[in-house]
């Protein structure tokens, strides 16, 4: 089994990338930070993904197996620890707005989302951005993190089933 963490865990350099794109910084910020070049930062990134698993876009997937695998200690990373506390008012999200954060988080694009949840496309779009206003950022790492951060995520259950009733079905009336 010592050989399964070794081949998944990632590395603190990776780590490191990690959390400045969980800050919400953009590459060339990341690579300013760091003192790496674009290709260095853009090579943790891709064995990072590799080793955690995460495909398509990995950024915000990064940023939750991170979290998910308390990656993000709060000594070494005091502003991404988890806060105890609850969110301010601004920062609280409705069930729908809080399960598209999960499947953001998860990697999921609009059109799985929309079939996860049982929900239309355009509202998918709608409840994502919100999120990213309600959170403050066009960054998908961050948003990722700050879900992470005020107790949003995780917020999609183990289960296939759907986790809130399809908007679209039509009640029979009787």
């Known amino acids: 089994m010592a050989g399964d963490t070794r081949d998944t865990a990632l590395s603190p ?4 990338v990690i959390a400045a794109y969980a800050r919400g910084l953009r590459t060339a910020q990341v690579c300013a930070t760091l003192d790496m070049s674009q290709r260095a930062v853009r090579s943790h990134i891709l064995r990072a993904a590799r080793r955690a698993q995460v495909s398509g876009r ?4 990064l940023v939750h197996h991170c979290y998910k695998h308390q990656l993000f200690d709060a000594d070494t990373y005091p502003d991404l620890a988890i806060r105890a506390t609850a969110p301010p008012p601004a920062l609280r999200l409705q069930n729908r707005p ?3 954060l999960g499947c953001m988080a998860e990697g999921l694009s609009l ?3 929309a079939q996860e949840l ?3 496309k355009a509202s998918v779009m709608t409840y994502r951005r919100r999120v990213f206003a309600a959170f403050g950022s066009r960054e998908l790492p961050r948003v990722v993190a700050i879900g992470w951060q005020w107790g949003h995520l995780p917020a999609r ?3 296939q089933t759907p986790a809130v009733k399809p908007m679209h079905t039509s009640e029979a009336t009787t």
């Open 13 to 16: 350099a990776q780590i490191s």
């Open 58 to 61: 990995p950024l915000g997937g």
């Open 98 to 100: 809080r399960l598209v």
């Open 111 to 113: 059109n799985a989302t």
């Open 118 to 120: 049982g929900i239309s």
């Open 157 to 159: 259950p183990a289960t």
